[in-house]
Nanobody, 123 residues
Framework: QVQLVESGGGLVQPGGSLRLSCATSGRTFGSYAMAWFRQAPGKEREFVAATTLRGTRTYYSDSVNGRFTISGDNAKNTVYLQMNSLKPEDTAVYSC????????????????WGQGTQVTVSS
Protein backbone atom coordinates (compact mmCIF):
# COMPACT_ATOMS: atom_id res chain seq x y z
CA GLN A 1 0.00 0.00 0.00
CA VAL A 2 2.96 2.32 0.54
CA GLN A 3 5.10 2.85 -2.53
CA LEU A 4 8.35 4.80 -2.71
CA VAL A 5 10.10 5.97 -5.86
CA GLU A 6 13.53 7.59 -5.74
CA SER A 7 14.98 9.95 -8.30
CA GLY A 8 17.75 12.50 -8.66
CA GLY A 9 20.81 10.30 -8.69
CA GLY A 10 23.62 10.72 -11.14
CA LEU A 11 27.29 11.45 -11.65
CA VAL A 12 28.83 14.37 -9.80
CA GLN A 13 32.37 15.57 -9.16
CA PRO A 14 33.85 15.55 -5.66
CA GLY A 15 32.69 18.62 -3.79
CA GLY A 16 29.52 18.84 -5.83
CA SER A 17 25.89 18.56 -4.83
CA LEU A 18 22.85 16.45 -5.63
CA ARG A 19 19.30 16.40 -4.38
CA LEU A 20 17.54 13.07 -4.18
CA SER A 21 13.76 12.84 -4.13
CA CYS A 22 11.52 10.13 -2.75
CA ALA A 23 7.92 10.29 -3.90
CA THR A 24 5.52 8.43 -1.64
CA SER A 25 1.97 7.14 -1.97
CA GLY A 26 1.19 7.59 1.69
CA ARG A 27 -2.13 9.20 2.43
CA THR A 28 -0.80 10.91 5.54
CA PHE A 29 2.78 11.99 5.15
CA GLY A 30 3.12 12.99 8.80
CA SER A 31 2.16 9.51 10.03
CA TYR A 32 5.39 7.99 8.73
CA ALA A 33 9.05 8.21 9.53
CA MET A 34 11.25 8.45 6.47
CA ALA A 35 14.87 7.51 6.04
CA TRP A 36 17.64 7.23 3.51
CA PHE A 37 20.04 4.31 3.37
CA ARG A 38 22.86 3.59 0.98
CA GLN A 39 24.76 0.55 -0.18
CA ALA A 40 28.04 0.48 -2.04
CA PRO A 41 29.12 -2.57 -4.08
CA GLY A 42 30.36 -5.32 -1.80
CA LYS A 43 29.35 -3.48 1.36
CA GLU A 44 26.48 -3.66 3.79
CA ARG A 45 23.63 -1.22 3.60
CA GLU A 46 24.19 1.68 5.97
CA PHE A 47 22.03 4.34 7.52
CA VAL A 48 22.30 7.85 6.11
CA ALA A 49 19.52 10.06 7.47
CA ALA A 50 16.04 9.89 8.92
CA THR A 51 13.27 12.22 9.92
CA THR A 52 10.22 12.01 12.12
CA LEU A 53 7.86 14.50 10.57
CA ARG A 54 5.52 14.90 13.52
CA GLY A 55 8.29 16.27 15.70
CA THR A 56 10.38 17.75 12.90
CA ARG A 57 13.40 15.85 14.19
CA THR A 58 16.24 14.65 12.02
CA TYR A 59 19.01 12.11 12.45
CA TYR A 60 22.22 11.67 10.49
CA SER A 61 25.07 9.24 10.39
CA ASP A 62 28.43 10.61 11.47
CA SER A 63 29.78 10.22 7.96
CA VAL A 64 27.25 12.64 6.42
CA ASN A 65 26.43 14.91 9.34
CA GLY A 66 26.91 18.53 8.33
CA ARG A 67 26.88 17.73 4.61
CA PHE A 68 23.48 16.13 4.02
CA THR A 69 20.02 17.44 4.88
CA ILE A 70 16.80 15.45 4.95
CA SER A 71 13.51 17.28 4.50
CA GLY A 72 9.95 16.73 3.38
CA ASP A 73 7.17 18.42 1.46
CA ASN A 74 3.77 17.34 2.75
CA ALA A 75 1.89 18.84 -0.17
CA LYS A 76 3.87 16.73 -2.62
CA ASN A 77 4.22 13.63 -0.41
CA THR A 78 7.92 13.79 -1.13
CA VAL A 79 11.05 13.44 0.98
CA TYR A 80 14.35 14.93 -0.12
CA LEU A 81 17.99 14.34 0.62
CA GLN A 82 20.14 17.34 -0.16
CA MET A 83 23.74 16.19 -0.49
CA ASN A 84 26.52 18.76 -0.45
CA SER A 85 30.30 18.49 -0.41
CA LEU A 86 30.07 15.03 -1.91
CA LYS A 87 33.01 12.67 -1.56
CA PRO A 88 33.97 9.59 -3.59
CA GLU A 89 33.09 7.45 -0.57
CA ASP A 90 29.50 8.67 -0.90
CA THR A 91 29.18 6.61 -4.08
CA ALA A 92 26.39 4.09 -3.56
CA VAL A 93 22.84 3.16 -4.39
CA TYR A 94 20.65 5.35 -2.24
CA SER A 95 17.31 3.95 -1.13
CA CYS A 96 14.36 5.61 0.51
CA UNK A 97 12.58 3.78 3.31
CA UNK A 98 9.45 4.37 5.35
CA UNK A 99 7.86 3.07 8.52
CA UNK A 100 4.84 3.98 10.53
CA UNK A 101 5.63 5.93 13.66
CA UNK A 102 8.93 7.08 15.09
CA UNK A 103 12.15 7.27 13.14
CA UNK A 104 14.87 4.66 13.51
CA UNK A 105 18.40 4.12 12.28
CA UNK A 106 18.17 0.36 11.73
CA UNK A 107 17.24 -0.83 8.26
CA UNK A 108 15.29 -3.68 9.82
CA UNK A 109 12.85 -1.22 11.35
CA UNK A 110 11.58 -0.09 7.96
CA UNK A 111 8.83 -1.96 6.17
CA UNK A 112 8.67 -0.04 2.90
CA TRP A 113 11.48 0.54 0.44
CA GLY A 114 12.08 2.15 -2.90
CA GLN A 115 14.18 0.58 -5.62
CA GLY A 116 17.10 2.93 -5.18
CA THR A 117 18.92 5.52 -7.25
CA GLN A 118 22.61 5.46 -8.13
CA VAL A 119 24.89 8.22 -6.92
CA THR A 120 28.42 8.27 -8.28
CA VAL A 121 30.98 10.78 -7.05
CA SER A 122 34.02 10.77 -9.27
CA SER A 123 36.32 13.07 -11.19
Amino acid sequence: QVQLVESGGGLVQPGGSLRLSCATSGRTFGSYAMAWFRQAPGKEREFVAATTLRGTRTYYSDSVNGRFTISGDNAKNTVYLQMNSLKPEDTAVYSCAAKYGAAATSQFSYAYWGQGTQVTVSS
